[in-house]
């Protein structure tokens, strides 16, 4: 159980790991999470399945070491076991009656949007995709998601590959072209989603965000990843991750993401300073 059985470098600090987990892997949905300790004393993370197999009894889990636990997490090889892993957590996409939809991925989101698409796909629904990240070396899954796309869009930061600019450049095109969908949905940094969510607001077009805000136990009862939608509280574990980006106000969620800014740093510190040392 929690056996590493795959790992691989996508780009600069972003690794897949396939992991062995039955239980998981048999209830897995696209939109759903896990959340895993890679150390006894160490601090519970979620994040997203990317991908599952029931076969294997597999769940594939994409993330960027930009923390103490995913650096932790991102020095695990094949064969090594997670000491926890839970899930699966959240409600998954309704991906229900739709017949043609627009996905936008932002950089770390792709691994998100690579699940729905392909079930977007296997349903016979049509997906135009939009994945964007700085730079063409930090843009992942291009050649996994292709297939199940009708259009597959690239946008970078600095032009080096597709658009030069941002996702929301290929989106506006788009539409402004007459293209016409049922649903939007928009995977990535806040800011993105924020700025995806007020462009498809201006052509009435219906969008799905999913947040990943702070987040503790999972189940709703610690209340770390609480938000605003709509102008009601909702617990991104149990009600979400997934929400109307229409409804959301991303600019408090944007300011509770940065409370522990400073102690993630000073975990940072303290980690590189025991792994230099050896301990």
Do not use: W
Request: with cysteine; hydrophobic share 40%; aromatic share 4%.
């Amino acid at each position: 159980m929690n056996r590493i059985v795959k790992k691989k470098v996508l780009a600069p600090a972003v690794k897949l790991i396939e992991v062995e987990n039955h239980l998981i892997a048999k209830k897995a949905q696209p939109g759903q999470f896990v959340i895993l300790r890679v150390r006894e004393k160490g601090e519970r993370i979620p994040l997203t399945i990317s991908d599952y197999d029931r076969e294997k009894g597999t769940v594939t889990i994409i993330f960027q070491e930009v923390g103490k636990t995913t650096t932790l997490l991102g020095r695990l090889e094949e064969g090594d076991r997670i000491l926890d892993l839970v899930g699966p957590l959240g409600k998954p996409t309704h991906l229900e009656g739709l017949q043609r939809v627009v996905v936008v991925g932002g950089g770390l989101g792709t691994a998100l949007v690579f699940s729905q698409v392909k079930e977007l796909h296997r349903r016979g629904t049509k997906v135009d995709c939009i994945i964007g990240a700085r730079n063409k070396d930090l843009i992942i899954l291009e050649e996994e998601i292709k297939p199940y796309c009708a259009n597959l869009y690239i946008a970078t930061d600095d032009g080096s590959k597709g658009h030069k600019g941002f996702v929301t450049d290929v989106l506006k095109r788009l539409l402004d072209e007459g293209n016409r969908y049922d649903r939007a949905i928009a995977v990535g940094p806040l800011i993105m989603m924020k700025v995806v969510s007020n462009l498809t607001r201006q052509y009435g077009l219906p969008t799905v965000v999913s947040m990943n805000p702070i987040m503790v136990d999972g189940t709703g009862m610690c209340g770390c990843c609480r938000l605003t939608v709509g102008g009601q509280t909702k617990f991104a574990c149990v009600d979400g991750p997934e929400f109307d980006g229409h409804l959301v106000d991303f600019d408090e969620v944007i300011k509770r993401t940065a409370m522990y800014r400073e102690e993630e740093k000073t975990a940072m510190e303290l980690l590189q300073r025991s792994l230099k040392e050896g301990v």
